[in-house]
């Protein structure tokens, strides 16, 4: 029996938004009528599907600095990152600074003091795109990093700004979509072969 062509990358990517979209889906089938639950609480379906693609997104920067196809130093912070945010996402910690860190300093009266993780995301995974799209040479991964990164700050935007229902409702939504896009952008990289050692003959 002929062996099945291999999934073609497009196809992965495709496959891992579309699975992401059907869990979201279910997830607010499963809370009906009251489907905002399956989004608001850091302890729900959604929000542990946004650590899930964290820690993945990890690992794939991990697999793409070791296949060459980004530089360690990328490679490295994306890894770190998404592994902090990952623990973010489970822990609540940049919720723990936006309600006590009154308690801690007295600048946290302002609430850009209050909101400094969340808008230190957005600069800094600003600035990380722009690195990752150098380094990214596939036309489909600029592609979906760049929609990933569009989402991520539109998900800030619903969380910082004050939204009309249903939307404020979906921000996590919004964030699991944007990883999903990251995470897509990373599985169309092919990345470079790794070489084998090469030996010299006597």
């Known amino acids: 029996m002929p062996a099945s062509p291999p999934l073609s990358r497009p196809a992965a990517a495709v496959a891992v938004l579309a699975s992401s979209i059907i869990f979201m889906a279910i997830s607010a089938w499963s809370f009906a009528p009251v489907w905002e639950r399956a989004f608001r609480s850091d302890a729900s379906p959604v929000a542990w599907l946004s650590s899930a693609l964290l820690l993945t997104l990890a690992a794939m920067s991990l697999r793409l600095m070791a ?4 530089p ?3 490679g490295g912070w994306m890894a770190a990152a998404m592994f902090l945010l990952a623990l973010d996402e489970q822990f609540m910690w940049h919720e723990l600074w936006k309600y ?3 308690e801690w300093i007295a600048l946290c009266r302002f609430e850009t003091v209050r909101e400094l993780p969340m808008l230190g995301v957005a600069v800094v995974g600003s600035l990380t795109a722009w690195a990752l799209h150098r380094a990214l040479h596939d036309r489909w991964s600029r592609g979906l990093l760049w929609a990933g990164l569009a989402t991520g700050l539109w998900a800030i935007a619903v969380d910082q700004l004050p939204m009309p229902y249903p939307v404020a409702e979906l921000e996590e939504g919004f ?3 944007a990883e999903a896009l990251m995470l897509a952008a990373f599985m169309c990289s092919p990345g470079l072969p790794i070489r084998p ?3 010299t003959g006597r």
């Open 67 to 70: 296949d060459g196809g980004l």
């Open 197 to 199: 050692p090469q030996t």
């Open 100 to 102: 006590r860190c009154g």
């Open 175 to 177: 964030e699991v979509l």
């Open 72 to 74: 360690r130093w990328l």
